[in-house]
């Protein structure tokens, strides 16, 4: 139960430099001490982990994922038969890239909650999980491709996605309902226009964001509000949610700005997602090669469907008002103004958190933690300022204060990369070893040994 990880270049989430040749002393899930020039033979009752000079960070976060989805839009028999191993295969996934701790922002409630209670076990593999559970969001709005499930259906998936709801006492019940069922957050939303053609829709009213977040208050927990336009962040600050989720892609204003400040809110941009549609062929190539590795054949099959459609014209296709085709169009013209905004929210001191929305877009997958802060250092983050982002500062965002740094008594996890990410973030691709609670979770040391 006792590790000595050495011969490392520490990046601890606090400090802006990293630190040559440290040790990490690791009793059982915490850390125990941070020790220089440490030398393996003065500890011989730990076990000896040589990193051969690679970079160590606090593990990494996601604090806006949706872990549970399977990647299948469209039901298939087989899809059936391969979506649970699909979502095992999600949380090892997100640890093989270094993601440690995950805020998921809309699942299934009994499927998260089974694989919560599998991976605290040790029975499987996957990252430290905080769940919103289900979406609470009006009767067409955001996620539009998301239907209520018949109760067989929700009996097969494991509960509803969204809670489709119109009144505040449906409101009021939804939310004590999945608090009581773990819901470590809740999730809700406000969209006044449709990104998949459908043009304006209708959201809840003022009385039932009141009641949620009444009942927020009453529980204990915090709420988070999905926008992408001016009207959501208004709406956000309206009530005072704790994040909002994405950016808006109209200009905001400075008053709403400051007020975002004052309010001591938190915002998600997720600016990858906006990104993700000048990469279209990119993301195509990587479905035909790593791509295979991290979905099965159906997942597979019907992600790399998705992604050829966005490629073909005319586009949308003809059938745009029955189906859910995203505006490729909107999101670029709408990824400079949210740049620009959360650069504005940055110099006026406002709270950014890292999250990178894998599995909520057809073109978000695994292994991209590191293009989300390549899109942050584009909106005026320093890498160093980007890696704290996604590590001390995730951990205050969602509100786990015993992870995102590396200090003694904090949880033990890390990321260890090759390469030196404050120079050049996308190192954080080079992932060699992942470590949780203490327990080394996934290895991938190449031989020979790089020069320290």
Known sequence: MKKLFYNLRLFDGINDELQDKMGIL?????????????????????????????????GLIDAH????????????????????????????????????????????????????????????????ILTAKSFITSRDGVPEMAPTLNPIEALITGGQFVERLSTPDEVRRAAHRLVDQKADWLKTQYSEHSFLFHGKLSNLTDECFAALMKASRERGVNVAMHHTEAAGFRKGLQ??????????????????????????????????????????????????????????????RQSTAGIELLMKKPYPPSDYMDKFYPDIDFFKRGYPVAL???????????????GT?????????????????????????????????????????????EIGSIQPGKYADFTIVEGNPLEDISQLKNVRMVVKDGQIVTRNMPSPHPAS
Not at 262 to 291: A, R
């Open 239 to 300: 009530f005072a949610v704790n994040s909002l989720e994405h950016c808006s892609t109209d200009e905001l204003s400075e008053q709403e700005i400051e007020q975002f400040v004052q309010n001591d809110m938190s915002i998600v941009p997720t600016l990858k997602v906006l990104g993700d549609s000048f990469e279209i062929e990119d993301i195509l190539n990587w479905l035909n090669g790593e791509g295979k590795k991290s979905l099965l054949s159906e997942p597979h």
């Open 26 to 58: 690791v009793n059982g899930e915490r850390i125990e001490r941070i020790v220089e020039e440490a030398a393996s033979d003065q500890y011989q009752d730990y076990e000896l982990i040589d990193l051969r000079g690679f970079t160590l960070l606090p």
């Open 340 to 354: 620009k905004n959360v650069e504005r929210i940055k110099k006026a001191g406002g709270k950014i958190g890292v």
């Open 357 to 401: 929305d894998t599995c909520g877009t057809g073109m978000s997958f695994f292994g991209y933690y590191w293009k989300e802060l390549y899109h942050l250092t584009k909106a005026g983050f320093t890498n160093r300022e980007a890696l704290k982002a996604a590590t001390s500062v995730n951990a205050d965002l969602i509100g786990i204060n």
């Open 65 to 128: 994922i949706h872990i549970t989805v399977p990647f299948i839009m469209e039901v298939t028999s087989k899809g059936l038969m391969q979506a649970n191993r699909q979502i095992g295969m999600n949380f090892e996934n997100c640890v093989r890239y270094g993601v440690t701790t995950v805020r998921d922002m809309a699942a299934f409630p009994r499927k998260i909650e089974h694989w919560r209670e599998k991976i605290n076990s040790g029975k499987a593999i996957g990252p430290r």
